[in-house]
């Protein structure tokens, strides 16, 4: 039996009906937010049991399809800029190789706990900072009173609009902005390299569109299912001549998102672009307790703790209760928003109808 796949877990029927599930709600967000929704799909996979690394390439091997669903989608709607997507995605692909790369070399060095610490250490770090960013500007547009629209320009994206650099300006129609391409391709890349280390490269992606470029919130979570698309296509490949992506996950988890990246389309519809910040910042800020709890139990294995075994299986647990509890919000502020959207659109027809 070679080294690749003694990797993959054993599924049972349960595991089968938890991977659907966690897909469901993993499209649910990705189709609302944007992103591929890997910050819920990686964690729930190696509390599973599934090594980290791959998590990781099984998730990008499902997220290509699920991407270009969801994209197709939102440009219905006129949502997607395709050349920002395109564009960004170019130095994004850059980032995906060197990525996986880097992955394969800590699992040969340090085994599949090094793996999963590594990963695990990303997703508190990287969703940490980020939901924090984002929790903090969705809180302070609800106090201002101030639109989306009004507020969504920040300092840094006025000043990068405002840097004129001689045969690199490059306009974008739906995202409405006129900025040089130097400015995007470290946002590019870094989305990339991120995406091949945890599978999620929308938590640079979305919000370097945002507050760097200055492209709206909804054109901005659209448009990152364009780069995830093509990141998800190339770290597959990667990771593929690696022996590291489980195909039996990806699809399992790909028929779940299918279903519920259409239902968190409809819900951009129907909600203020801040909710959608809101959803973000919740589901990381909890994910990233989650996968924290998890990184003493890592260390232990590989030597650099010493914690009783009753303490370590107390602390997957809670991790898998936390994991839980974020799926449970996401799904439930989402559908939520979209049935008081629909309502207050319903209402809004009946009385704009004529007598």
């Known amino acids: 039996m070679d080294s690749a796949t003694i990797q993959f877990i054993d599924l049972q029927y349960g595991n089968v009906l938890a991977l659907l599930a966690i897909g469901f709600v993993g499209g649910l967000v990705s189709g609302f937010i944007g992103s591929g929704g890997a910050f819920v799909l990686t964690p729930a996979m190696m509390s599973m049991g599934v090594p980290g690394v791959v998590a990781v390439a099984s998730n990008l091997c499902h997220k290509f399809p699920k991407a270009l669903v969801g994209a197709?989608?939102?440009?219905k709607f006129g949502h997607v800029d395709v050349k920002l997507g395109l564009v960004m995605a170019a130095s994004a692909a850059i980032g995906v190789w060197l990525g996986a790369d880097i992955q394969h070399q800590i699992k040969g060095n340090f085994g599949e706990p090094g793996s999963n610490l590594y990963v695990s250490l990303a997703f508190v770090i990287v969703l940490a900072i980020v939901g924090g960013f984002v929790l903090h500007d969705a809180v302070t547009v609800y106090r201002s009173g101030k639109s989306d629209e009004q507020d969504r320009v920040s300092r840094l994206a006025r000043w990068v609009q405002s840097v004129e650099i001689p045969g690199t300006m490059m306009h974008f129609r739906t995202a409405n902005i006129r900025v040089s391409v130097l400015f995007t391709l470290p946002l590019g890349f870094a989305t990339g390299l991120l995406a091949s280390?945890?599978?999620v490269g929308g938590f640079v992606g979305v919000p370097g569109m945002m507050y760097v470029l200055g492209a709206p919130g909804l054109i901005a979570t659209a448009t990152e299912l364009v780069i995830a698309f093509v990141m998800g296509f190339g770290g597959t490949i990667k990771y593929a001549l690696h022996g590291l992506v489980d195909i039996r996950l990806a699809l399992i988890l790909l028929a779940g998102s299918l279903f519920g990246i259409q239902l968190g389309v409809i819900g951009t519809i129907y909600v203020k672009p801040f909710m959608i910040k809101v959803v973000m910042a919740a589901i990381m800020l909890i994910v990233a307790v989650s996968r924290g709890l998890v990184v003493p139990v890592y260390l232990t294995e590989?030597?650099?703790?010493?914690?009783?075994?009753?303490?370590?299986?107390?602390l997957q647990m809670a991790s898998f209760a936390l994991l839980?509890?974020?799926?449970?919000?996401?799904a439930i502020i989402i559908i939520a928003a979209m049935l008081l959207g629909?309502?207050?659109?319903a209402i809004r027809l009946k009385e704009s109808a004529p007598e």
Do not use: F, K, Y
């Open 342 to 345: 629909h309502r207050a659109g």
């Open 324 to 330: 839980v509890l974020a799926l449970c919000v996401g």
């Open 302 to 314: 590989l030597g650099q703790l010493d914690i009783e075994p009753s303490t370590m299986a107390w």
């Open 197 to 199: 280390i945890i599978a």
């Open 72 to 75: 197709h989608q939102r440009n």
